[in-house]
């Protein structure tokens, strides 16, 4: 599988909203593979925003949404804030020999 | 609180070995298939490997077959990730993360912070 494609940065200004891309192929997200997308903020632990496509893990701000469409999925930060700038991966799964496939990551800058 | 915490990370010399341990609290250990996921300078996030809950299943990207070794101790609660015949290119930031599967899929729902391998002479 080849990585998936994310554009290298987007901005945008507090209570903006801003939109990720990630395109994969027919193979991964196309071919009805869920896609999960992770928070990385510098010398901190990864976090998990969006799994199974669009469903959102306890604790994580409703601001954080998520969406596919064929082989693209989305994420979309809505109501930017300071602590949003980061960098944010897509990753999409596939089995049954268990694994995954990740982008190549989005700056995030909240200007 | 779950925490996950990577140690082993340093310097190593092209051909050589290193072996990463990830200790695990704030949950129960063994119901979980673990993982482990690295990110070179500058480069996205990949998937090294997996390991099933009992250590029976273990899967791994291409790039390190043969040379990469994952296993897990469950009364240790810590997965480890041995490292032999390293290269330039295995320099990253090696994360643990837990693997979380709903009914349609699987994914990584805790990490820990990582420890920084550099392959270097």
């Known amino acids: 599988h080849s990585a998936l494609t994310q554009p290298s940065s987007v901005s945008g200004s507090p209570g903006q909203s801003v939109t990720i891309s990630c395109t994969g192929a027919s193979s991964d997200i196309g071919d009805f593979n869920y896609v999960s997308w992770y928070q990385l903020h510098p010398g901190k632990a990864p976090k998990l925003i969006i799994h199974d496509d669009n469903n959102r893990p306890s604790g994580v701000s409703n601001r954080f949404s998520a969406s596919k469409s064929g082989s693209t999925a989305s994420l979309t930060i809505s109501g930017l804030q300071a602590e949003d700038e980061a960098h944010y991966f897509c990753s999409s799964y596939s089995g049954p020999s268990p694994n995954w496939v990740f982008g190549g990551g989005t700056k995030v800058t909240v200007l | 609180e779950v925490q996950l915490v990577e140690s082993g990370g340093g310097l190593v010399q092209p051909g050589g070995s290193l072996r990463l341990s990830c200790e695990v609290s704030g949950f129960s250990f063994s119901p979980y298939w673990m993982s482990w996921v690295r990110q070179a300078p500058g480069k996205g996030l990949e998937w090294v490997a997996n390991i099933k809950v009992d250590g029976s299943e273990r899967y791994y990207v291409d790039s390190v077959k043969g040379r990469f070794t994952i296993s897990r101790d469950n009364v240790q609660n810590s997965v480890f990730l041995q490292m032999n015949s390293v290269r330039a290119e295995d320099t990253a930031v090696y994360y643990c993360?837990?693997?979380?599967?709903?009914?349609?899929?699987?994914?990584?729902?805790?990490w820990g912070q990582g420890t920084l391998v550099t392959v270097s002479s």
């Open positions: 993360a837990r693997v979380r599967c709903s009914s349609t899929t699987c994914y990584f729902d805790f």
